[in-house]
């Protein structure tokens, strides 16, 4: 009960506390003078009475007290005439009023100062910063390459605009990028879609502006109104690097009229395609476009000509030991890879390699490294034709089997297995036409069921692709699901819930691939790299992880513009490409040899050697055997089944 009480009493003086507060200012202002006159003067009489030099007569005492008082409320205290204590009162509390008003004054135009700020509405007074618009999950690995970028930078800035509240824009960078050295990371609230607010950011000072698709169907509309909304906030052309990324194909050109002749826009729905195709068809060719990608690793560089100029480019090759060469680029901006080995260079072009750092690509001859007798001619290989296994379907499918029409040889076929029947699908892809080289053929089944996997005998299959359903309307099975499919709902175009199917898909393969007692050879396209860590695959597997690959090769086009041409070509099916080809087609495998050796035997069919792969060491990370950019004089003793990197055509 004595608890009850105390607790009714709390309520009760609490409420007559907030009545007191909702009196309004005059009645605060009352009642605290009548508190502190309660205190004050009960406490000034205490000290005056208990004093000992204190007055003996009561009207001196009193007085005393008075002074006490007006000291203690900075009302003076002043003793005279009534006329003159009144006068003094009246100008203490005058002043008392301006001072608490400056007070006042300055205390709210500090807090709205702190709340502008914490708003993120000041505008960025930076020059030569990355500007990055918009924010979604792709935000981190741009910002984490941006870091590694300007590591040997002794200042620079990342500034971020995008419609979240600028404190947490900071705490979830913090949280996922906790190390970001002499870098300094800038947030602002503000729309992208907005040229007033864009300035923020200061766009027409920057040396390069990023814009990131954001998720949702509307996510490409949106990157098409920033662009033009970034034309407008800055209308002369500058010298900032302009990147973007669409998603869907249908909408990659509207982008890049939006962005301009000097804007670069990437479509990820077709990058991620020739990726997958390219990877599927040369496994581990994903772990050398992670390797060239992140900043962590080696990076293409451009360096001049030095001493190369009116030499050939098949000479260049050898010019470097730790540096691969790899192009020219001329002095009007176009790129050149792997040219013909007679090519002369100009004294204006600049050589475009491969290197730890800018300052790595030193020349140091390396043709002394070679050894002539370890060098073998090629062995030709005939075409031969593939089984293919495309499980899934999603709006990047029919980029996929277009192009693998484009790489693979006469007589291929592609088996796709996916939600919904031939005839949708067929439709929807828009695909039914006429193929040079490839046959395909649908089939309508769910890819998480362990008995539709085990009918398909995937090990047969010289490769098998798995993307993220989308999209499908499906029949209902009836009141009940059988017990052995996984009742998995289709996920939206876009967002890591692609992955859960493949998931599953991937957990029956491995299945599938121990009981055949092999490795099955799988390219896994993913939306999220933190699913990747999940995935129930083998170490060193192939992953085309969407958000993280478009986000570093954005970083990498916003640090070298050249880098959007090189890319382009390396993607395509015409032109140069990155191969990994036996090593034992190159040099014998019976010795130790130079790296050299390798380089000069590609150079005599025309390709570019930028690297190796040992299979004995495909399962061992972080690097699964891939080694780019070796020293040209370190000698290796490579294995029949060991594959050499190099840049040659398709």
Same mark, same amino acid.
């Given at each position: 009960?004595?608890?009850?009480?105390?607790t009714?009493?709390?309520?009760?003086l609490?409420?007559?506390?907030?009545?007191?507060v909702?009196g309004g200012?005059?009645?605060?202002i009352?009642?605290?003078?009548?508190?502190?006159l309660a205190?004050v003067?009960?406490?000034?009489?205490v000290?005056?009475?208990?004093?000992r030099?204190?007055?003996?007569t009561?009207?001196?005492r009193?007085?005393?007290?008075?002074v006490?008082?007006?000291?203690t409320?900075?009302?003076?205290?002043?003793?005279?005439s009534?006329?003159?204590v009144?006068?003094?009162?009246?100008?203490?509390?005058?002043?008392?009023l301006?001072?608490?008003?400056?007070v006042?004054?300055i205390t709210?135009?500090?807090?709205?100062?702190?709340?502008?700020?914490?708003?993120?509405h000041?505008?960025?007074l930076e020059?030569g910063?990355?500007?990055?618009l918009g924010?979604?999950d792709q935000?981190?690995?741009?910002?984490?390459?941006?870091?590694?970028?300007?590591?040997n930078?002794?200042r620079s800035?990342?500034?971020?605009?995008?419609?979240?509240d600028k404190?947490e824009?900071?705490?979830e960078i913090?949280?996922?990028?906790?190390?970001t050295?002499?870098?300094?990371i800038i947030?602002?609230?503000g729309r992208?879609?907005d040229p007033?607010?864009?300035?923020?950011v200061s766009p027409?000072t920057a040396k390069?502006?990023?814009?990131?698709?954001p998720e949702g169907?509307?996510?490409d509309?949106?990157?098409?109104?920033?662009l033009l909304?970034?034309d407008a906030?800055v209308?002369?052309?500058?010298?900032?690097?302009?990147?973007?990324a669409?998603?869907?194909?249908r909408?990659?050109v509207?982008a890049?009229?939006a962005?301009g002749?000097g804007?670069?826009?990437?479509?990820v729905?077709?990058i991620i395609?020739?990726?997958l195709?390219?990877?599927?068809r040369?496994?581990?060719?994903?772990?050398v476009?992670?390797?060239?990608l992140d900043f962590?690793?080696?990076?293409?560089?451009t360096?001049?000509s030095?001493?190369l100029?009116?030499?050939t480019?098949g000479?260049?090759?050898l010019?470097?030991?730790?540096?691969?060469?790899?192009?020219?680029?001329h002095p009007d901006?176009?790129?050149?890879l792997?040219p013909?080995?007679?090519?002369?260079?100009?004294?204006?072009?600049?050589?475009?390699?491969?290197?730890?750092?800018?300052d790595t690509a030193?020349?140091a001859?390396a043709?002394?490294c070679v050894?002539?007798?370890?060098?073998v001619m090629?062995?030709?290989?005939?075409?031969?034709?593939e089984?293919?296994l495309?499980?899934?379907?999603n709006?990047?499918a029919?980029?996929?089997?277009?192009?693998?029409d484009?790489?693979?040889?006469?007589?291929?076929?592609?088996?796709?297995?996916?939600?919904?029947?031939?005839?949708?699908?067929r439709c929807?892809?828009?695909i039914?036409?006429?193929?040079?080289?490839?046959e395909v053929?649908?089939?309508?089944g769910?890819?998480t069921?362990?008995?539709?996997?085990?009918k398909?005998?995937v090990p047969?299959y010289?490769s098998?692709?798995?993307i993220?359903e989308?999209?499908?309307?499906?029949v209902?099975?009836?009141?009940r699901m059988p017990?052995?499919?996984?009742?998995?709902?289709?996920?939206?175009e876009?967002?890591t819930q692609?992955d859960?199917?493949?998931?599953?898909?991937l957990l029956?393969?491995?299945?599938?691939g121990?009981?055949a007692?092999?490795q099955?050879?799988?390219?896994t396209?993913?939306s999220d790299?933190?699913?990747? &860590?999940?995935a129930p %695959? @083998?170490?060193?597997?192939d992953?085309? #992880?969407?958000g +993280? *690959?478009?986000?570093?090769l954005? $970083?990498?086009?916003?640090e070298?513009?050249?880098?959007?041409?090189?890319?382009?070509?390396?993607?395509?099916?015409?032109?140069?490409e990155?191969?990994l080809?036996?090593v034992?087609?190159?040099?014998r495998?019976?010795?130790e040899?130079?790296?050299?050796t &390798?380089?000069?035997? %590609? @150079?005599?069919?025309?390709?570019?050697? #930028?690297?190796y +792969? *040992?299979?004995?060491e495909?399962? $061992?990370?972080?690097?699964?055997?891939?080694?780019?950019?070796?020293?040209?004089r370190q000698?290796?003793?490579?294995?029949?089944?060991?594959?050499l990197?190099?840049?040659?055509e398709s």
């Open positions: 009960m004595a608890q009850r009480h105390t009714s009493l709390r309520l009760r609490q409420y007559r506390f907030d009545h007191l909702a200012t005059p009645a605060l009352g009642w605290f003078a009548l508190a502190c205190v003067v009960p406490a000034s009489t000290l005056v009475w208990a004093d030099s204190a007055p003996a009561l009207s001196g009193l007085t005393a007290v008075w006490s008082v007006g000291q409320l900075k009302i003076g205290g002043a003793v005279g009534p006329l003159y009144l006068a003094s009162v009246t100008l203490a509390l005058v002043a008392l301006f001072v608490s008003t400056l006042s004054l709210t135009g500090i807090n709205q100062r702190i709340m502008l700020l914490r708003r993120g000041s505008t960025v020059s910063h990355t500007v990055v924010w979604s935000i981190f690995p741009v910002i984490g390459e941006l870091v590694s970028a300007n590591a930078q002794r800035a990342v500034a971020v605009l995008a419609q979240k404190v824009m900071e705490e913090a949280a996922s990028v906790p190390d050295g002499a870098t300094r947030c602002r609230n992208t879609t007033l607010e864009l300035a923020r027409r390069a502006v990023l814009v990131l698709p169907d509307t996510g509309a949106h990157v098409v109104k920033t909304a970034l906030a209308p002369e052309p500058g010298g900032a690097v302009v990147v973007a669409v998603r869907d194909t909408h990659h509207t890049r009229l962005a002749p804007g670069h826009v990437l479509c729905d077709d395609a020739r990726l195709v390219q990877t599927a040369e496994p581990g060719l994903s772990l476009y992670q390797d060239l962590a690793g080696d990076e293409f560089y360096i001049p030095q001493g100029a009116g030499r480019f000479e260049a090759l010019a470097f030991t730790t540096s691969s060469v790899v192009g020219l680029l901006g176009a790129v050149a792997n013909a080995p007679g090519t002369a260079i100009g004294a204006d072009d600049r050589i475009i390699l491969i290197s730890r750092d800018d030193v020349p001859d043709s002394s050894e002539e007798d370890a060098i090629a062995r030709p290989g005939e075409p031969v034709a089984r293919l495309l499980l899934g379907w709006r990047r029919p980029l996929i089997v277009e192009q693998l484009q790489f693979v040889s006469p007589g291929t076929t592609l088996d796709v297995v996916s939600l919904g029947d031939e005839t949708t699908m929807t892809a828009g039914s036409g006429v193929r040079n080289r490839l053929d649908f089939r309508s769910d890819i069921d362990p008995e539709l996997l085990a398909l005998d047969s010289d098998v692709i798995v993220g989308t999209d499908h309307e499906v209902s099975p009836g009141p017990d052995r499919a996984i009742d998995l709902a289709l996920a939206p876009t967002g692609t859960d199917r493949t998931l599953v898909t029956h393969l491995r299945a599938i121990e009981a007692g092999r099955l050879s799988l390219t396209e993913m790299d933190g699913n990747r &860590l999940l %695959a @083998r170490e060193g597997a992953f085309i #992880v969407s +993280r *690959l478009i986000s570093l954005m $970083t990498q086009i916003s070298s513009r050249y880098l959007a041409d090189v890319f382009a070509e390396l993607f395509r099916a015409e032109g140069n990155l191969h080809k036996p034992a087609d190159y040099v495998t019976d010795r040899v130079a790296f050299a &390798l380089v000069e035997s %590609a @150079r005599r069919r025309g390709e570019c050697a #930028v690297g +792969r *040992l299979r004995a495909t399962a $061992t990370g972080p690097a699964y055997g891939v080694r780019l950019n070796p020293d040209k000698r290796v003793r490579f294995g029949e089944h060991d594959w990197i190099v840049l040659a």
